[in-house]
């Protein structure tokens, strides 16, 4: 990397030294020696980093830790009655996996995983459909593009609360349907209950992540596909799938650990402690509001397990490129993993 | 020219006039899926609490009794509304001030390691919400924090500041590389050309970002709901969520839906207004 | 026999009122290679993109062969298109990209494979069938969109200006590949460019289209010799035919201080237009001469050093044009001299000042 530079006019030579910079300046430098602009980065980079560290590593690893205590009143291996912390290990894990507790988490599990998937589904084919409509119309793009913001900007409470109007015993859904289902009470009811509001406010927001990805592809690629003797049918699965997965991998994977964390929903639209839509979250929150520290700390954590397991699962092995990094001037060999993909005639 | 082939013809015209109303009445899905629950809210709030579980598609009566028995004083409504927007708002403020300047370097400096940052950055705004929650309600309770705003705004920057620093840095990215160095040859000090140049540039960008955050900060819930208790300190979402009626078993639906109007319409009229921009910060993040 | 036809097609946009294509009227013979070419927004794309089936045809009818194909879409028509940007499917390997056609009419795979290798072994791709196309460059890629059309072994082929990404030299050796493939492989051609050189190298005709009207259609030599309208004349030569505003003096025309004779069909016709006529004259037929000799004189403005020609660019005093002669390399004049430029009289072109039409001699 070159030490100097000869234009007059770049004052900040091989000293490299951003010293002089006025604070806050956030000016980048492409001379220079690389020590400065390493020093500058850590510089910038640093107050972001410091944030985060306290804001989000401190509890994760917090939480880790104290779910390895249990506080509060309990009787101990003597029957005594004892109070504070005592340190158990994994004794709550081994409560919650196998033990009085596995019932419940193992239902929430159950629950977190089933609306994931269910919910993820439908928001993907609803919003692909969304997707390809905008993309071909023409006329009402603007309101189009408008009424598709609206369910993402509503508050999830307040979305919660609608949906809990439309599903009361004498709201619209049931006159609609004219039936009297009891949506808040009964077990599959609430679920479908859920799901819909879910699906409603987040498959436009899909369609509209999806519509970026199609917008990308070049309409001379589709006339050549047409010319190629390919249907409308055909082109969707063998050329704009193909080349809107990226888009759409990264939208699931958001999607999908959204999904994960879901607790405003159910717990306004059903309720707290109902075994129908309990999720993950809404336990730890329970026990969290009920000063059961460790326990709720040990389920905290064990969501956070399972939601780093999954993205994990699907920026490593499905390729999601969610820094953009095939269009950075990295460049990476990614064939190997688009080979494993489908669009090949092999 | 044969009959087969002006068959053919007249068949495929037909195919195309299909194809002609086929996104006109995708659009029209779209749109009614859109606003149809929204729509059955705004009629909900405007009837007279009597006749709430009416099905008429408008108000018989257009009565605003409802909004007024929201702002009621037993509800603590206005003050959750000035809760929101102060929380709201020191997020989104704080997280433009702290992120910004990474984002910066992020898209324009190359040091090692730089992919490596950002995925962490982003990274932790995966991370549930709870799982943060639990430790910092321990930590809160001890040092005397339940029902503050810094309660609410610290742990509302795991997931502002993380998705502020991406979408900043797309931004970023997409600005031209050559912008400084052209304004330094053209004569300005390295701080003249940040401050002449880029910061009109990436205003833009920022304001994007400002309004995604404060709609991301507005409407969280969970973090607004763990830590604070007292009515006076609520933000609104949580205020919304705990209207009750007269009994624990009634529903005031009306003045709910109400509130949610009052909530949404500010917002709605907002995402209006700045759609382009809103959907060009949501989608720009690695599609571009 | 894939012949191709236009019978009097048209196109015009929505909202727009000047036809794109106005009344095209075309016949290509099986195996000809026929250039449409012309400035931009003349309809060149346009009319290529109606017979692949990409563009409405408004009114008139398009042929291929016997089959009326105007309201065919492109897959039913049996052609096959190389487009400018190639088009290729980023997402797929080069083999796969040549063999997505004959996947899509279920053509059995060993087939496919055997006909992929061979239009590879054609367009010297073979090392490259494996790889994806943002892998190659730019001139591999204009060879898999070309590999792409040869494997289909369709009717027709449309190429919509398939050179002009490609570099000054590669263009110029491509050129030559792309007609002496075309002529190899005996399929009828419509080729899309903007520039009147490869136009000329390449077709077996020409099709000059200005604002969506044809202008002539004929082999390169008769539209360089016998342009039929000022248009063509000035679009087909480089550096362009000069086009001169001359007036009628009696049994002649005046260029610039010197009298070119012209027949009475000429006269006749400047009698119509006001006593003006438009005269065109190529570079290499006028030519610097001695001061005794009959020739109008002009000041040189510019010399346009080519190696083996120089040009010479004149203003002529008292007219309102600048003339461009061809000088011999080392005897040229120098920048500002005063010359006398001579024409041949054989070699004077003569269009009509008001429609600009030829004027037969």
Redesign the interface.
């Known amino acids: 990397m070159s030490m100097t530079t000869d234009?007059p006019?770049?004052?900040?030579v091989d000293s490299g030294s951003p010293g002089h910079?006025?604070t806050?300046?956030?000016?980048?430098?492409?001379s220079g020696s690389v020590t400065g602009?390493?020093r500058?980065?850590?510089a910038?980079?640093s107050?972001?980093?410091l944030?985060?560290a306290?804001?989000?590593?401190?509890?994760?690893i917090?939480?880790l830790y104290?779910s390895l205590f249990v506080s509060g009143q309990r009787l101990d291996a003597q029957g005594f009655v004892v109070e504070g912390r005592q340190f158990v290990g994994l004794g709550t894990y081994a409560d919650i996996l196998f033990g009085p507790a596995a019932e419940r988490f193992w239902n929430a599990f159950w629950n977190t995983t089933f609306f994931t998937v269910v919910t993820v589904a439908l928001e993907t084919v609803l919003g692909m459909?969304?997707a390809?409509?905008?993309h071909?119309?023409?006329?009402?793009r603007?309101?189009?593009?408008?009424?598709?913001?609206?369910?993402?900007?509503?508050?999830?409470?307040?979305s919660?609360?609608?949906?809990?109007?439309?599903f009361?015993p004498?709201?619209?859904a049931n006159?609609i349907l004219d039936q009297q289902v009891l949506w808040s009470s009964q077990a599959f009811a609430s679920k479908i209950a859920v799901i819909t509001a879910e699906v409603?406010k987040t498959?436009?927001?899909v369609?509209?992540?999806v519509?970026?990805?199609l917008q990308?592809i070049?309409r001379?690629?589709h006339?050549?596909?047409?010319?190629?003797?390919?249907?409308a049918w055909?082109r969707f699965w063998?050329?704009t799938l193909?080349?809107v997965k990226?888009?759409l991998v990264?939208a699931v994977l958001f999607r999908m650990?959204d999904a994960?964390?879901m607790?405003?929903l159910p717990?306004?639209l059903i309720g707290q402690q109902k075994d129908s839509v309990e999720t993950?979250?809404m336990l730890?929150?329970s026990e969290?509001?009920n000063v059961h520290?460790g326990p709720?700390?040990a389920?905290?954590?064990l969501?956070?397990a399972y939601?780093?397991l999954i993205?994990f699962v699907f920026v490593k092995l499905l390729g999601a490129?969610?820094?953009?990094?095939a269009?950075?001037q990295?460049t990476k060999s990614r064939?190997a993993r688009?080979r494993r993909g489908k669009?090949?005639?092999r | 020219m044969t009959t087969a082939t002006g068959d053919a013809r007249r068949t495929t015209r037909r195919r195309f006039e299909i194809k002609k109303w086929l996104p006109i009445l995708g659009v029209a899905g779209i749109v009614l899926y859109c606003l149809a629950p929204f729509y059955w809210m705004v009629v909900t709030a405007f009837r007279r609490p009597a006749d709430q579980y009416d099905l008429s598609p408008l108000p018989r009566t257009w009565s605003v009794e409802n909004f007024l028995a929201v702002f009621e004083p037993g509800t603590g409504f206005g003050r959750a509304l000035l809760n929101s927007l102060i929380v709201a708002s020191t997020t989104t403020i704080l997280t433009l001030i702290i992120g910004t300047s990474t984002a910066y370097a992020l898209a324009r400096l190359a040091f090692r390691g730089k992919n490596l940052v950002l995925s962490l950055i982003i990274a932790t705004s995966m991370f549930p919400g709870i799982s943060l929650i639990v430790p910092l309600l321990r930590l809160f309770t001890d040092i005397g924090w339940i029902n503050t705003y810094q309660a609410m705004i610290l742990p509302s920057l795991s997931f502002a500041l993380p998705l502020a620093v991406w979408n900043l840095t797309m931004f970023f990215r997409q600005m031209p590389q050559e912008l400084e160095q052209a304004a330094m040859v053209d004569g300005c000090t390295p701080g003249q050309a940040f401050r002449r140049i880029i910061v009109p540039l990436a205003a833009p960008g920022m304001f994007t970002t400002a309004i995604l955050t404060f709609i991301l900060a507005w409407n969280e819930f969970i973090i607004a709901l763990s830590m604070v208790n007292e009515q006076n300190m609520q933000t609104v979402t949580v205020a919304i969520s705990k209207f009750t009626g007269a009994t624990q078993y009634d529903q005031p639906f009306g003045t709910q839906m109400a509130a949610g109007v009052i909530v949404t319409i500010p917002l709605v009229i907002g995402v209006l207004i700045f759609q382009r921009r809103i959907i060009a910060g949501l989608t720009s993040g690695g599609l571009k | 026999m894939a012949t191709i036809t236009y019978d009097r097609a048209t196109r015009v946009y929505p909202g727009s009122e000047h036809p794109a294509v106005d009344g095209l009227d075309l016949h290509i013979a099986d195996g000809e290679f026929l250039v449409l070419v012309g400035p931009s927004g003349c309809g060149k794309s346009t009319s290529l993109r109606m017979l692949a089936g990409l563009e409405d045809v408004d009114s008139g009818a398009i042929r291929i062969g016997e089959h009326d194909v105007t309201g065919l879409s492109p897959k039913d028509r049996d052609i096959a298109m190389v487009f400018q940007n190639y088009a290729l499917y980023p997402h797929m390997s080069v083999a796969d990209n040549m063999g997505f056609a004959l996947r899509m009419a279920k053509t059995p795979k060993p087939e496919i494979e055997q006909r992929v290798r061979e239009a590879a072994k054609l367009l010297d791709l073979e090392q490259y069938l494996d790889r994806k196309p943002r892998a190659l460059s730019g001139g591999q890629r204009q060879r898999v969109a070309m590999g792409r059309a040869i494997v289909r072994e369709p009717q027709v082929f449309l190429m919509d200006e398939p050179l002009s990404n490609l570099d000054a030299k590669l263009r110029v050796s491509t050129r030559s590949q792309i007609a002496g493939l075309q002529r190899r492989l005996g399929v009828s051609t419509v080729y899309v460019t903007h520039d009147q050189v490869e136009a000329m190298t390449m077709g077996d005709r020409v099709a000059v289209l200005h604002d969506g009207v044809l202008q002539q259609c004929a082999s390169p030599r008769e539209l360089y010799e016998r342009p039929a309208n000022a248009f063509v004349a000035g679009f087909i030569g480089s550096p362009p035919m000069n086009l001169l505003d001359c007036r009628l003096d009696g049994e002649t025309v005046r260029a610039g201080d010197t009298a070119l004779p012209v027949s009475g069909a000429v006269r006749e016709e400047a009698g119509h237009g006001g006593g003006s006529v438009t005269i065109g004259i190529r570079p290499e037929d006028v030519r610097v001469v001695g001061p005794g000799e009959e020739g109008m004189s002009a000041t040189v403005d510019l010399v346009e050093e080519l190696g083996s020609d120089v040009y010479l660019h004149c203003s002529v005093p008292d007219e309102g044009y600048g003339v461009v002669a061809r000088a011999q390399p080392r005897s040229a004049p120098a920048l500002g001299e005063s010359v006398r430029l001579g024409i041949r009289p054989e070699a004077v072109h003569a269009f009509s000042a008001v429609t600009g039409e030829r004027i037969a001699a």
């Open positions: 234009t006019t770049n004052p900040e910079t006025p806050g300046s956030r000016k980048g430098r492409r602009t390493a500058l980065a850590s910038l980079v107050p972001t980093l944030v985060l306290v804001v989000v590593m401190y509890p994760i917090a939480a104290q459909a969304m390809l409509v905008m071909q119309a023409f006329r009402g603007g309101l189009v593009r408008a009424s598709v913001l609206v369910p993402w900007a509503i508050p999830t409470a307040v919660a609360l609608l949906w809990r109007w439309i009361a004498d709201g619209v006159a409603w498959a436009p927001f369609g509209l992540l519509l970026a990805g990308v070049s001379e690629v006339e050549a596909a047409t010319v190629d003797g390919a249907s055909r063998h050329i193909p080349l990226p888009a990264v650990l994960l964390r607790f405003d717990f306004i993950l979250s730890a929150f969290a509001t520290y709720a700390a389920y905290a954590t969501l956070f939601v780093a993205a490129d969610v820094i953009g990094e269009r950075s990295v064939g688009f669009g090949s005639a």
